[in-house]
């Protein structure tokens, strides 16, 4: 079973960004697919962005439109993901998980995968 640790959390004032990293261990990176989640205090998990293996195909949620982009390091073995324009509606605990690539990446916005990481706390302020 793949390993993740997220990593890059912090307080950010609005309108200024911060970059997430998902480091994966445990099975070959590239072959899963990696999709970032947030869930905020009372709200329940949904769904932000997804990147396929090989990098090719991206899943996002229309909320992160034009704000946040994913990449990955297949050779570094972790996924980024780039949030710019942040507001504090952004404020979350920030997963990420894997599912393999044998799956469709638009299933990402429903995995059904015990690959999950221990989550990065962003808060951003007014």
């Known amino acids: 079973q793949v390993q993740l640790v997220e990593s890059g959390g912090g307080l950010v004032q609005a309108g200024g960004s911060l970059r997430l990293s998902c480091v994966i261990s445990?099975?070959?990176?590239?072959?899963?697919?990696i999709g970032w989640f947030r869930q905020a205090p009372g709200s329940e998990r949904e769904f932000v962005i997804a990147?396929?293996?090989?990098?090719?195909?991206?899943e996002y949620a229309d909320f992160v439109k034009g704000r946040f982009t994913i990449s990955r390091d297949n050779a570094k073995n972790t996924v980024y993901l780039q949030m710019n324009d942040l507001k504090p509606e952004d404020t979350a605990f920030y997963y990420c998980?894997?599912?393999?690539?044998?799956?469709?990446?638009?299933?990402?916005?429903?995995?059904?995968?015990?690959?999950w990481g221990q989550g990065t706390q962003v808060t951003v302020s007014s």
């Open positions: 998980v894997a599912q393999h690539d044998s799956y469709p990446l638009k299933l990402m916005r429903t995995p059904n995968s015990k690959s």
């Open positions: 445990g099975r070959t990176s590239n072959w899963y697919n």
């Open positions: 990147i396929s293996g090989d990098s090719n195909m991206i």
